[in-house]
């Protein structure tokens, strides 16, 4: 057999290979058990992967954590179909079609992005879904989707009474810029800005936009910079909120003014991103506890993280979708609780109207084992946890610097400019 | 076109047909009877769903070969005429209530419009220089979509399901329907167009723009129609891929897909009626496998990978096998489903 034959016959031995890989996993010769499906898709590559990847990493890790060591769900293993959509919103919508298809109950995203850009297929069809990073318009008004956590908005108002309350000595309003990615995440924060500045007692001086791949913010920067601001806040994710602060630092701008982001950038990321001494008092938002604090969840969380991606240790977007995993699990529970497995176990309209109706509407004072304020469900409110606290970049560690905060439900709808 | 051995035309109508001999007939009914009988036998609703977005990328992508593959306009931002077509039939239908059979070819139009006015450098301008422009014409549709209320800007806006009359396409099923009659109708005329005068004129300024001047082809007029053409195609598929979404914002167009659109004719086989059908199901059949089935399979399964190896394999074999084509087969699949024809005419003998 002479070379060319060999190699023709290697690459389509190789080819084989890998197409049948994913077959054998399905060879599963175990006794069928009574399972219950959700659909789970993160940014893990991409634009927003060094937040996606992360995230994707602890729900499947909890995942494995919940069907391991607490039996699943009611004695039902919990079955994960994990895709990948690449922060594409395409391909996600087609990954939300396939987890309805596949007959999965619920899914969940880690951006809110990637939900805004799945909701619609999602509220047309009734099929619930969990946003872990969430924005006003992915619950104004209230439909399917639920927000884990509080909103980008609610981080802006947080952060802002917070400052006015706190920070800010001088006299007047104190002038404050914004910076927000072009999508949900930064349009949360421009909308909360809009309702509530005026009665904060903030003067909103410049709205700027950026790309998630921008790699240099100098010139819209200059024009902040000209206009003299107190504040500047960054509603984004952490590579083009490091961009942003390293620019602000370059300039001259920082330290002299106040620099805070919400809770899409204000992750260890940011500082590995940007550095330690440039975000060192960089103020942010953050609804989940740090990395190590005694909670009765933590010890378990990191050692399945120094166990399965070690490489996440420290991340606060691994707690956050850990906690994800958790509030699922809870919802699932309640969900055969009150209506029983039968329901869940094809998937399919009844299913899903279970989950909602029958568990996620029924979450009351989950304390979601300390990682994040307790998540509850009040009617016209699909935010499921109300609780945030303000963090400082301090010796390059991310430090807590108040208690829980309750962030207020804010009626975007009734505002005539939301959505519009 | 080459025939089986012993089969003669004796009109020239019978030369000029696509489809000339009994084999080929048989052939064409038997594949559409598949295709539209697609519904009854594929595996769940998702996977119909991938066939009707593929449908959608066809139609787009043959606009786009003609552009480029018959004419060699190297266009680099069909996304963004994409997304001409998905916001113009979201906004008619939205905000003005116009039915959708009226939306959809006056997203072709807008589109082609749009694709005029870009494509005016062309006269001027080849190859990477066009490219350019075509690239700053993405950058610029985008921008303005952002930036002006009427389009929900960066949050987007809503589009209802496509319609006629009283007809509403809600099911799976209806929707695939839908777009594989447009993307058949789409490559019909796509074929007849390649054959026409017209085609042959883009095929001439492709292989020498200056030689078919010389031989009193319109540079100017040939260039935008072909602009025209292949825009009003990608307006066409727009409209449907927003109607099919329910919801569209610019980050379903991004610059990457316009890239995508390029691979996918040239991993196809550039310049010939069939490539795009076989780039656009290649590279949609490898998208869905590495997504939905290795990358979780690797995932999942070996926890002793690096950090992101699973999730980088996609990009990774993308970018192979684009490559993998250029070298080993320029032509595309168009050509080797060309030899395979041939061997099949000649068959049992070789030579």
Not at chain 2, 141 to 155: A, D, E, Q, R, Y
Not at chain 2, 219 to 240: D, E, H, R
Not at chain 2, 241 to 249: E, K
Not at chain 2, 327 to 351: D, M, T, V
């Amino acid at each position: 057999m002479n070379k060319s034959k060999l190699r023709v016959i290697g690459a389509i031995l190789m080819a084989l290979i890998i197409t049948m890989l994913p077959f054998l996993s399905a060879c599963d010769t175990e006794e069928q058990v009574e399972t219950i499906k959700i659909g789970i898709t993160t940014p893990s590559s991409g634009q927003a992967a060094e937040k996606g990847s992360v995230m994707g990493h602890a729900n499947l890790d909890a995942f494995e954590y919940i069907n391991e060591e607490l039996g699943g769900v009611a004695g039902h293993p919990i079955e994960v179909v994990w895709l990948d959509n690449g922060y594409d919103a395409t391909k996600a919508v087609t990954n939300v079609q396939l987890f309805m298809d596949e007959g999965c109950v619920m899914y969940a995203t880690a951006s809110s992005a990637m939900m805004t850009a799945t909701m619609e297929t999602a509220n047309r069809a009734g099929f619930p879904g969990l946003a872990c990073f969430n924005a006003p318009n992915l619950h104004r008004p209230p439909q399917h989707i639920y927000g884990q956590m509080t909103d980008y908005g609610d981080d802006w108002t947080a952060f802002a009474k917070y400052y006015v309350e706190n920070i800010w000595e001088g006299e007047g309003k104190p002038r404050m810029a914004l910076h927000l990615l072009n999508n949900s995440t930064g349009y949360g924060a421009r909308d909360a800005a809009m309702a509530k500045a005026e009665e904060l007692g903030i003067e909103i001086i410049s709205i700027d936009e950026h790309a998630a791949t921008t790699m240099s913010e100098i010139e819209s920067l200059t024009r902040i910079k000209a206009l003299n601001p107190d504040v500047l806040y960054i509603s984004s994710t952490p590579a083009p909120t490091a961009v942003i602060i390293k620019n602000a630092y370059e300039l001259g701008m920082y330290p002299g003014i106040t620099i805070a982001c919400g809770h899409a950038g204000m992750t260890k990321e940011l500082v590995n991103i940007a550095g330690a001494d440039i975000t060192e008092g960089v103020y942010g938002v953050f609804p989940t506890v740090s990395w190590g604090d005694d909670v009765p969840g933590m010890e378990k969380m990191i050692e399945y993280c120094l166990e399965l991606h070690p490489e996440d240790e420290g991340n606060g977007d691994y707690i956050t979708s850990w906690a994800q995993s958790l509030i699922i699990a809870e919802i699932l529970r309640l969900t055969v609780e009150n209506a029983g497995y039968e329901v869940l176990a094809e998937g399919g309209p009844e299913a899903w109207a279970a989950v909602e109706y029958q568990g996620i509407q029924q979450l009351d004072g989950y304390d979601v084992e300390g990682l994040h304020g307790p998540v509850s469900y009040v009617p016209g409110d699909n935010r499921l946890s109300k609780s945030l606290r303000i963090f400082q970049v301090q010796s390059g560690e991310i430090v807590p610097i108040t208690g829980w905060i309750e962030a207020p439900l804010i009626k975007y709808e009734e505002y005539e400019w939301f959505g519009n | 076109m080459t025939l089986p051995c012993g089969v003669r035309s004796y009109k020239y109508a019978d030369d000029m047909a696509i489809i000339r001999t009994k084999t080929q007939w048989v052939l064409f009914i038997l594949m559409l009877v598949l295709l539209f009988t697609m519904p009854l036998y594929m595996p769940s609703n998702y996977w119909l769903g991938i066939a009707t977005l593929t449908g959608i990328t066809l139609i787009a992508a043959t606009g786009l070969n003609l552009l480029l593959g018959y004419c060699g306009q190297l266009s680099i931002g069909h996304a963004g005429f994409i997304a001409v077509g998905a916001y113009t039939s979201a906004i008619l239908t939205n905000r003005l209530g116009v039915p959708f059979p009226i939306a959809l070819l006056c997203s072709g139009l807008t589109a082609g419009t749009i694709g005029i006015i870009f494509g005016i450098p062309s006269i001027r301008l080849k190859g990477f220089y066009l490219a350019i422009t075509s690239i700053a014409a993405q950058f610029i549709i985008l921008w303005v979509i952002n930036h002006w209320s009427l389009t929900g800007g960066f949050m987007g806006m809503q589009v209802p399901y496509a319609s006629i009359g009283s007809f509403v396409f809600k099911s799976r099923a209806s929707q695939f329907y839908l777009v594989t009659s447009i993307a058949v109708l789409t490559i019909f005329i796509a074929k007849n167009i390649a054959r026409s005068r017209v085609g042959r004129a883009f095929i001439a300024i492709r292989d020498n723009d200056l030689a078919a001047q010389v031989m009193g082809i319109n540079l100017f007029f040939y260039k935008l129609l072909a602009f025209f053409i292949g825009c009003f195609m990608a307006g066409i598929a727009g409209s449907l891929l927003a109607h099919w979404m329910g919801f569209i914002n610019t980050e379903y167009f991004s610059f990457a897909d316009s890239i995508l659109y390029v691979a996918m004719i040239i991993i196809g086989g550039l310049g010939t009626t069939i490539g795009p059908i076989f780039g656009v199901i290649f590279i949609s059949t490898l998208e869905q496998y590495l997504t939905v089935g290795l990358v979780p399979f690797l995932e999942r399964t070996f926890s002793m990978l690096p950090s992101g190896f699973a999730t980088g394999v996609t990009p990774m074999l993308f970018g192979l096998v684009i490559v993998l084509f250029l070298i080993l087969e320029p032509r595309g699949l168009a050509h080797r489903w060309s030899l395979f024809k041939s061997a099949y005419r000649l068959w049992p003998f070789s030579y």
